[in-house]
């Protein structure tokens, strides 16, 4: 495809301002209205807590239900966003882009000294953009960074599926599409089962919310984890039984590591002494659990996220890094995560970090890294 062709594609058009409009109005509406477990979130500095209503499931499964039945009935296509990738891509980032731009603006704003709402400004105007300068800023009663990553979540998802129903009306759905789709899904289902444990994590307490969260939420987190499917749409791969197979595993392994040790740090968070695998756990200096997960690496459940996303690549085949994408980037940023986190509790808990190391010295990889 030349540049000329390509920018072409990259001009936004009106429908994809609608697709993009009715997607974000439906997930207000939805958000606010439809039960869910209601979540305290972490104390902030000023003694004050947020509330997350964890509506995420419910959400998914009714809008898919609702796109299913708009396709059934011919009063939608379901390759419509497979068809317009590109301009819902620009589209989604000039909004991004004002949006960073309006919750500065409020943010310069606002006069509230609550630890949500109170304007952190650095006088840099480029940091400030990036970064935010609000904790949890909201909109008509919405904490928009709880509903970004949502976006984001559920966009990966609808891209997918309409990459699938692309290549099912092209007649060519392969094995490696069919198992590419099939890791996406149980993925992000997943991720909306456990939605309430998203509440604990370090974007949503201690992160504000600025254009690194907005872009990393609507735009980075859809089309680029999607890049495997459309780069399937394009390119055939056959792949052996023996492949499929050890790619399922890899899968398998990498969720019950994934999942198994966020499980077990949540729960320990609880209880300290709840049971990790059937025994009292072992604990450094009463606050770090130092088995299960926990005492194979400091951060075993980056490997379990590294696995999957090797897994989400593997059905690709070997011949092109394109649809590597993905891990190769997690991994660049979960080491610098981890180093940056280990900073953070060599600083908070020292000697009882100290202890910790000693007794796991691996930082992600098991007798390598
Ligand atoms: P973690 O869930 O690993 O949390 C780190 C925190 O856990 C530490 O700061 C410390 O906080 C606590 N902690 C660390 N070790 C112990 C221990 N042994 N015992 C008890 N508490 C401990 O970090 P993240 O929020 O970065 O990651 C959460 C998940 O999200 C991971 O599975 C990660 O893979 C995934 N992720 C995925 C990304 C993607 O793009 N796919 C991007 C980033 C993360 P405290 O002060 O509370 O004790």
Not at 131 to 158: C, E, H, S, T, Y
Request: charged letters at 15%.
């Amino acid at each position: 495809m030349d540049l000329a062709a390509l920018l072409q594609l990259l001009i936004p058009s009106w429908s994809s301002v609608v697709l993009l409009g009715t997607f974000f109005a439906y997930l207000a509406a939805a958000g606010s209205i439809l039960p869910g477990k209601v979540v305290p979130g972490a104390a902030l500095p000023d003694g004050s807590r947020l509330y997350y209503r964890c509506n995420g499931l419910v959400s998914l499964l009714l809008l898919v239900a609702l796109l299913g039945l708009g396709a059934w009935t011919d009063f939608l296509r379901p390759t419509i966003i497979a068809e317009r990738g590109l301009e819902l891509l620009s589209t989604t980032l000039i909004f991004s882009t004002l949006v960073t731009l309006v919750l500065y603006a409020a943010g310069c704003n606002s006069g509230s000294n609550s630890s949500s709402l109170k304007p952190h400004v650095s006088g840099n105007l480029i940091h400030d953009l990036w970064f935010g300068i609000q904790l949890n800023p909201q909109f008509i009663g919405i904490d928009l960074k709880f509903f970004f990553v949502r976006a984001g979540m559920m966009g990966w998802l609808l891209i997918s599926l309409s990459v699938l129903a692309r290549s099912v009306q092209d007649g060519d759905l392969s094995l490696s599409m069919t198992l590419y789709q099939l890791f996406c899904v149980l993925y992000i289902l997943d991720y909306f089962v456990h939605e309430e444990y998203m509440t604990s994590t370090w974007d949503i307490i201690a992160e504000r919310l600025g254009f690194m969260l907005v872009f990393g939420d609507l735009v980075w987190i859809p089309f680029t984890f999607s890049i495997q499917g459309w780069w399937l749409l394009r390119n055939s791969i056959e792949l052996t039984t023996t492949a499929a197979v050890t790619n399922f595993f890899i899968f398998l392994i990498g969720y019950m590591v994934f999942r198994g040790a966020n499980k077990q740090k949540h729960m320990f968070k609880r209880n300290p002494k709840a049971l990790i695998w059937g025994h009292p756990p072992k604990v450094v200096g009463g606050k770090l659990l130092a088995s299960g997960y926990w005492g194979i690496a400091r951060h075993c459940n980056y490997l379990g996220d590294l696995l999957l996303a090797l897994s989400f690549s593997l059905p690709c085949g070997l011949s092109s890094p394109v649809p590597y994408f993905y891990p190769i980037y997690l991994l660049i940023l979960l080491i610098w995560r981890e180093r940056r986190d280990e900073a953070r509790c060599a600083e908070k808990y020292r000697e009882i970090w100290a202890e910790y190391r000693r007794l796991v010295p691996w930082r992600i990889f098991p007798y390598i890294y």
